[in-house]
């Protein structure tokens, strides 16, 4: 009994050491091994995705995505500031959205290249 104790009290200061501390934000109360990255695909996937879908790329009125008129702005953050006013939640969805940029460009680049 006291040895499984004081078992369990090593696996969680173990555990603790190894956490990543970017990831530690007890205010949010998610894991504390969610990534910056994670944390910003969350918040676009519950409070976005609705009308934009996952991936930014759903058809807006005009035709466009809101993953294209953001690849061409020239300071995307920005227009993610006029939906998100967290500073760092801001930061969090734009690192996501980032990656959508990228691969967005890479598949254009690939499409140009054959
Ligand atoms: C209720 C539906 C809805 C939700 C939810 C929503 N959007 Fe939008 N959003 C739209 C529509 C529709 C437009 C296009 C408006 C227009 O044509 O200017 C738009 C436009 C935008 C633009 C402007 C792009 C530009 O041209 O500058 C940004 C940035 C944006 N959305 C970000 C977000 C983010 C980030 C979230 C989540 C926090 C979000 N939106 C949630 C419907 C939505």
Known sequence: ?????????????????????????????????????????????????????????KKLPDGTTLLLRLAKSKDPEARLGTRIKDAQERQEVMLYVQSLITRLRSSQAEQKAH
Do not use: E, W
Not at 17 to 28: D, I, K, T
């Open 1 to 57: 009994m006291q040895d499984s104790v004081v078992k369990s009290m090593l696996v969680v200061i173990v555990l603790t050491a190894l956490l990543p501390q970017q990831g530690v934000r007890s205010a949010s109360g998610t894991s504390a091994a969610t990534t910056t990255y994670d944390q910003g695909k969350d918040i676009f996937v519950s409070r976005c995705a609705k009308c934009h879908d996952q991936d930014a790329n």
